[in-house]
């Protein structure tokens, strides 16, 4: 294994620098509450009469309060595919619980949302802000101080990050994340892309349409491409908070079944009175946030964490920025390609290696801290073996020293690109990412007069009208988390891959998101200040020159600076109601920028 490589090190010597005060002060509060604060040997008996009333068959095994009790936090519903699969997981770790003498409650639910459906329409305004009510949710659950320890039960988009922004506020419990897997494969991505852009020309029906859609997403599981879901799954590997290579084992499998009874089991071994002891707030450090920003530049994974992991990593009152993804993604290679960044999807990322053949090769190579906590024994080093079921057992095993499919998974030695999925660019517009990892190279430089909106149904309409046919850049404003909860624009994905397919020079600057399904149209997202509060994407108008150029890094309005300096801001629109949207008002008026993590929940508590 080589020496850690030195642009690594640097940055992770930045982060802790950069967080030596909030750190210090939120290691604090931990150990303030394992020494002192509430739990069950402290609370009255009527206290724990109710907490006890709701069990008859572990009522006795919990009076004597000298056994961890888990708390199972759940985002089950039968609603999302991803999270149908929870249904009957509290039952089956209760009896795992007890095979390891510990006990189990479900000490709460947390909203699950789904993109999927939301997207385009007034719910997606409310996405983001899932991800703060899913903390305050999960820090209710754990709030009765019955529990020494918890499971968490979630998988997709803003579920993960939410349940681990407020499970890092009981930071000293030991805790561990559990997945439900992805679905099977489907109908090809690619094949479902085709359909949606022929359904965009016209050139298919609503019922051809629909018929791709189901034959895609067709059963329990997370979706199968490389989104913000799965790549939740790929992060928590590198924070060492999943019984190693547990993300990518399919629903209703021998192994997942086990893999899951592994870590109920294990979580009852890392419990403060045992002799290993691993609470969630030491296993989250600094490099296990450099970690998982490693492993996502790493695999091409979804733009939304360069908002989720910052915001995870305040709540462990850790500092990353976006200069810090930048610098990383100039030093780690990028090892898969996974729809959208390739053809092959989740199933065939797993047959082919998967996450633990990812960790293997970063480790190999000085890529990733090897140092860090986690839950499983033997270190970060346990997450770059195989789960594997053999003789009806589950084991580790080590990876062969080559990839099962090099079209999917490479070694260190032989990387898709020297660097990283994503890229940072700055110039007088502000700052934004791009994720370069699924876009042909000789489209990284834009250069295109801008055609500005507001909303994405106005860019659904001009393309119909077929006011788009030309070398274009498409701006979309007023999408950040202070305007209107910063949706997803997956919407837009179809018609501009159109304009692509036809010839145009295309692309799209916004201050919204895009996220892990972003695809071969270059995109600068998440830009940095939103409109809404004087960021200058306010001051674009229709025909200003836009030049997005991946290579140098820049994004820049290519207008005289004495015009621009004296440029007003176009009006705010009015806020949107309907659809809940109105009673969400403190979240986006409280929210920070997306680069400090789009949460008002933590700028409001000052992390």
């Known amino acids: 294994m080589m020496a850690l490589n030195a642009t690594i090190a640097a940055v992770t010597d930045r982060i802790i620098e950069a967080s030596r005060d909030r750190r210090a002060a939120y290691l604090a509060l931990i150990d303030r509450e394992r020494e002192s604060g509430v739990d069950r040997p402290m609370l009255g008996c009527a206290n724990l009469a109710h907490a006890y009333a709701g069990t008859d068959e572990d009522r006795d095994a919990m009076r004597p309060a000298n056994r961890m009790n888990i708390g199972i936090v759940t985002a089950y519903n039968d609603m999302l595919s991803a999270h149908a699969p929870y249904y009957r997981y509290p039952e089956q770790m209760k009896v795992w619980a007890r095979e390891a003498g510990v006990t189990a409650q479900v000490a709460g639910g947390v909203p699950a949302m789904c993109d999927g459906v939301t997207q385009g329409y007034a719910g997606m305004e409310l996405s983001l802000f899932s991800r703060d009510t899913i903390a305050l949710s999960t820090a209710i659950a754990l709030s009765h101080g019955t529990f020494e320890g918890a499971a968490l039960l979630g998988i997709c988009d803003k579920i993960v990050p939410g349940l681990l922004m407020g499970a890092l506020r009981f930071g000293h419990l030991p805790m561990v994340l559990i997945p439900g897997g992805p679905m099977r494969t489907g109908i090809a991505n690619k094949q479902k892309a085709a359909v949606r852009e022929a359904y965009a020309e016209g050139k298919v029906g609503r019922e051809e349409l629909l018929d791709a859609e189901i034959a895609a997403y067709h059963g329990k599981g997370t979706c199968t491409f490389y989104g913000t879901a799965n790549s939740n799954q790929m992060m928590m590997e590198a924070l060492g908070l999943h019984v190693p290579d547990a993300s990518f084992a399919n629903p209703g499998t021998k192994r997942r079944q086990e893999l899951t009874r592994a870590a109920v089991h294990r979580l009852a071994e890392i419990g403060w009175d045992g002799d290993d002891y691993r609470p969630i707030g030491r296993v989250v450090d600094e490099k296990a946030i450099v970690n998982a920003a490693i492993v996502l530049l790493a695999t091409g994974g979804s733009t939304n964490h360069l908002i989720h992991l910052p915001a995870i990593a305040r709540s462990a009152g850790i500092v990353i920025d976006w200069e810090d993804f930048n610098r990383l993604s100039e030093v780690v290679p990028l090892l898969t390609r996974v729809y959208p960044n390739g053809s092959a999807d989740v199933n065939g990322f797993e047959d082919a290696g998967g996450p633990s053949f990812v960790i293997r090769e970063l480790l190999r190579g000085g890529l990733m801290h090897g140092d860090t906590l986690t839950i499983a024994k033997d270190g970060m080093a346990a997450y770059g073996r195989q789960s594997v079921i053999e003789d009806d057992q589950l084991v580790w095993r080590d990876h062969a020293p080559t990839s099962g499919d090099d079209s999917i998974v490479r070694t260190i030695d032989n990387p898709f690109s020297e660097e990283g999925g994503f890229r ?104 940095s200040p939103e409109a809404l509060g004087g960021g200058p994407i306010g001051k674009l108008r229709d025909g200003d020159v836009i030049r997005l150029d991946a290579n140098a890094n820049t994004l820049e309005a290519l207008v005289p600076a004495d015009e621009w300096a004296a440029r007003e801001h176009v009006p705010v629109p009015p806020a949107a109601d309907g659809t809940g949207r109105e009673i969400f008002a403190m979240m986006r008026q409280g929210a920070s920028e997306a680069e400090a993590g789009g949460s008002a929940m933590l700028a409001a508590a000052g992390l």
């Open 424 to 527: 940072i660019l700055s110039g007088n517009i502000g700052r934004a990412c791009i994720k370069v990892s699924a876009v042909d190279r000789d489209r990284w430089v834009i250069e295109a007069p801008a055609r500005v909106f507001s909303d994405q149904a106005a860019v659904q309409a001009a393309f119909k009208a077929g006011e788009l046919d030309r070398d274009v850049v498409v701006v979309v404003r007023h999408q950040g988390p202070k305007a209107n909860g910063m949706p997803e624009l997956h919407k837009l994905t179809p018609a501009l891959g159109v304009l692509q397919n036809r010839g145009y020079r295309v692309a799209l600057v916004t201050d919204g998101r895009m996220s892990g399904a972003s695809g071969k149209v270059p995109a600068a997202i998440h830009l």
